[in-house]
């Protein structure tokens, strides 16, 4: 398998429940990304791991907790969840962050929030 | 601050050729990347441009003037395929963070 793979492709879930997203790059990247994408909305940058390190957290609230076990998986965590947090969560991995690095990104997860 | 504008929505005729137009006002600036977004799919590498200039890729090709902060890219020969979000990201020198645009619906009509 090839790329950056993204569990679950959709998810619903109440405001006072437990979830994970998990994310698999199989490309040698040393860099790792959340970012969510809200319908009419530009991407946003929630974290960035660099060699399993957090470097970026991109005043994110604290219900989103992310967890980089190795270079190769990024989980976010997830609890008592708002319904604006309704979005698509994007995984993206890179190699370095070096400047001409591009981002790759998985297929997403598609959360709702009930 | 980032502040990154493209247009929300474009149409074109397959065989056409549409120039989707990014300006970008950025805190420093280490390199400038165009992605494809199909709907419910992840967006895909297109181009980075880092000097002014032109750089090609069969039928794309992206556009970079620093001076004036902006960019564009161009596609020919349209196909239906085409029909895509394309998104504009600038990537800044303190920390290398990548910014994204709103991105550019394009529907490309036969």
Same mark, same amino acid.
């Given at each position: ?6 569990? $679950? =492709? ?20 040393? +860099?790792? *990304?959340?970012?969510?994408?809200? +319908?009419?909305? $530009? ?10 390190? =957090? ?31 309704? +979005?698509? *969560? ?8 070096? *400047? ?9 997860? =598609?959360?709702?929030?009930? | 601050? #980032?502040?990154? @504008? ?10 056409? &050729? %549409?120039? &989707? ?14 992605? #494809? ?14 000097? @002014? ?28 395929? @085409?029909? !895509?979000?394309?998104?504009? !990201? %600038?990537?800044?020198? !303190? ?12 529907? %490309?009509?036969?």
């Amino acid at each position: 398998e090839t790329g950056v793979t993204q569990t $679950p =492709r959709h998810l619903v879930m109440g405001m006072t429940n437990k979830k994970s997203l998990k994310c698999e790059q199989h490309l040698g990247h040393n +860099a790792m *990304y959340w970012y969510k994408q809200s +319908a009419k909305k $530009p991407l946003e940058l929630m974290f960035v791991y660099s060699l399993e390190e =957090r470097v970026e957290n991109n005043s994110v609230p604290s219900r989103f907790s992310p967890e980089c076990p190795n270079s190769s998986h990024l989980f976010l965590h997830l609890h008592t969840l708002q319904p604006e947090d309704s +979005a698509l *969560y994007l995984c993206a991995s890179s190699q370095d962050r070096g *400047y001409n690095s591009p981002l790759h990104f998985g297929n997403g997860t =598609r959360l709702t929030v009930t | 601050g #980032q502040n990154i @504008d493209q247009p929300t929505e474009m149409t074109a005729t397959e065989g056409a &050729i %549409v120039q &989707i137009n990014c300006t970008y006002q950025t805190s420093g600036f280490n390199g400038l990347f165009w992605y #494809q977004q199909h709907a419910g799919e992840a967006p895909t590498f297109l181009s980075y441009n880092v000097l @002014d200039g032109l750089e090609e890729k069969g039928r794309f090709s992206s556009f970079l003037s620093r001076s004036k902060g902006y960019s564009y890219l161009l596609l020919k020969e349209l196909q239906m395929k @085409d029909s !895509a979000s394309y998104l504009c !990201a %600038v990537r800044d020198n !303190a920390g290398n963070m990548l910014t994204f645009g709103g991105g550019t619906r394009l529907m %490309v009509k036969p």
